[in-house]
């Protein structure tokens, strides 16, 4: 479940959560590239931000959105990705990989935290 001491409010449930899915997919095989990666849009206008972004073995670079709800109810974490939530995600993804002279395969992944389960949805959604 979620930590005790926390304060239980959102960023607290949130930051655990992000805590738990990374720790969660280093076991899986992944490895780490960056934590938290965010992009500025301008005043007044919302910009994007990749919870965590790690290397699968083969390669591939996966953003990784992670959601976390007390509960399954209302179709849990996975249903609270937003089209306009996506969409965030991309522009922050294609900012990302501008340092990239030659990007790697991509895809884009969510890691749903639901009360003390935790799912890993695998292309999630893509780019396009």
């Keep these: 479940m ?3 001491g926390t304060g239980g409010g ?5 930051d655990d959560a992000e805590s738990r ?7 899986q095989g992944l490895a780490l590239v960056q934590r938290n ?3 500025a849009r301008g005043p007044g ?8 972004i790690l290397r699968e073995r083969d390669g ?3 953003f990784v959105e992670v959601r976390a709800r007390r509960s399954a109810d209302f179709g849990g974490a996975g249903a609270s ?4 939530k996506q969409r965030r995600l991309v ?5 990302f990989l501008l340092a990239w002279p030659a990007p790697p395969p991509c895809r884009f992944d969510v890691v749903c935290v639901d009360g003390g389960r935790i799912e890993w949805l695998r292309g999630a959604f893509d780019a396009g």
């Excluded at 522009?91 to 900012?95: F, N, P, S």
């Design 37 to 39: 990666y965010r992009v």
């Design 91 to 95: 522009l922050a993804a294609q900012h």
């Design 10 to 14: 959102t960023k607290a449930i949130g």
């Design 21 to 27: 899915a990374l720790a969660w997919l280093l076991r």
């Design 81 to 84: 990705v937003s089209a306009a």
């Design 60 to 62: 591939t670079l996966v």
């Design 2 to 4: 979620f930590k005790a």
């Design 45 to 52: 206008a919302r910009g994007g931000e990749v919870d965590l």
